[in-house]
């Protein structure tokens, strides 16, 4: 982005998964910075990092550490942002948050830049980047309810398990390999790290995602249930979802079925206003086996959506195929695209 104001920016859990990919994102984007300050806890402390070429080094967050900082990204889970967040407003920070801790506060913005936009002109110094599986459904969807309207959503994922930090990451790489070579896999993060139990994730499929709640979904679902409500502005509309993880590094894949509200739709109605979306590429030919996978998504700024059909026996019911880098649309870009919307509009 060209702009000739810079800023005093911090990434709070730089040495993370998603961190990472924020600075990434952060370099390939331009992003006017003045000064760059990488946060982790003290154990990663020390750490270098490069940057456009300059080393820098990795420094433990604490509340002094957002002195004189303009925008703040944290992604170090909910706990830090719980503690750490409020004292980055207090000096004066704009923080873009990626964890849970406050998306469903009543306060917060909850944004994905192509839908809702506009609500961050009233933020109040936090702003909340939802959840990875939610910002590229609702990317998907926004276009298709702006046309037709959508009175049912139900969606089933297929997510990667970066989703889940570099730990989770490690240990498919460690399972798939002990597996191959016929050794014994060891099951100690996945599916949810501190849970009672671990299972493989190699060469298998995991319907939890996140701690289970007392109605029998897993938070990851009921986080796409609420996101979905709140991003798109539409309380009552119906939305189910079954969160399940894959062997996968990378981009995470959504089945979704949706009942439109106006009749008379069509399959080539759908795709052309998708097509036409801000940040959304169709990729929808049978005839040339042409549809996203995670691998073909994976490094990509966009949501891609493909497998466009109408439902065989209910009026008006499509269903579509969408997928998305996680680590990128899913939280580093979709943060950065936030700062960025800040900027243009001068909101921050
Ligand atoms: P990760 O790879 O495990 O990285 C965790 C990061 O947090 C590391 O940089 C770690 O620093 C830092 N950290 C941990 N405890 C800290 C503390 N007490 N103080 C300061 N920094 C601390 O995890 P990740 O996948 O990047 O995810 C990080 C968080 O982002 C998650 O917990 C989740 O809340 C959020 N997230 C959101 C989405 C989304 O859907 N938008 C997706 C994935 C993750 P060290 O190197 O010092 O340990
Ligand atoms: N644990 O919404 O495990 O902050 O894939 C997103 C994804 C938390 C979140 C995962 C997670 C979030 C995961």
Redesign the pocket.
């Known amino acids: 982005m060209s702009q000739t104001k810079t800023f005093h920016v911090a990434v ?8 990472q990919k924020m600075i990434e994102t952060l370099e390939d984007r331009d992003f006017p910075i003045d000064t760059l300050k990488l ?7 020390g ?1 270098k990092v490069t940057f456009k070429g300059e080393e820098l080094t ?1 420094e ?2 604490t509340p002094e550490s957002f002195e004189g900082v303009d925008i703040a990204l944290f ?7 719980k503690k ?1 967040a409020p004292e980055a407003v207090k000096r004066g920070a704009v923080v873009i948050d ?4 406050y998306r469903m506060d009543d306060q917060v913005p909850l944004v994905v830049p192509e839908v809702n936009e506009s609500d961050l002109e009233n933020h109040q110094g936090i702003i909340a ?7 590229q459904m609702v990317a998907a969807l926004e276009p298709i309810k702006k046309h037709f309207g959508i009175s049912r959503v139900i969606v089933s994922t297929y997510q990667a398990v ?6 989770a990451v490690e240990e498919l790489r460690e399972q798939s390999q002990d597996f191959l070579n016929g050794n014994e896999m060891k099951s100690e993060i996945l599916p949810v790290k501190g849970d009672k139990k671990h299972f493989p994730i190699a060469f298998n499929a995991l319907p939890q995602i996140d701690t289970f709640e007392e109605n029998g979904y897993t938070y990851e679902e009921m986080k796409m249930i609420n996101e979905t409500k709140k991003i798109m502005h539409a309380n009552d509309l119906p939305v189910a979802a079954t969160c399940v993880r894959l062997p996968i590094f990378t981009s995470h894949a959504e089945s979704v079925y949706i009942e439109v509200e106006k009749d008379g739709a069509s399959v080539n109605d759908i795709q052309e206003a998708l097509k036409n979306a801000e940040g959304v590429v169709l990729e929808d030919d049978p005839a040339t086996q042409s549809y996203p996978t995670p691998l073909s998504a994976a490094e990509k700024r966009e949501v891609f959506v493909g497998r466009v059909r109408k439902d065989l026996d209910q009026k008006n019911g499509f269903h579509l195929w969408i997928v998305s880098d ?2 990128l649309k ?2 580093a870009w ?1 943060s950065v695209q936030i700062a960025e919307r800040l900027i243009a509009n001068d909101w921050l």
């Open positions: 709070v859990g730089a040495t993370g998964a998603v961190g946060l982790s806890s003290s154990r990663s402390a750490k990795v433990e967050a992604s170090a889970g909910g706990s830090v942002s750490l990626n964890t849970s801790a980047n939802p959840n990875c599986s939610t910002i970066s989703g889940s930090g570099t730990e996680n680590l899913g939280a979709n």
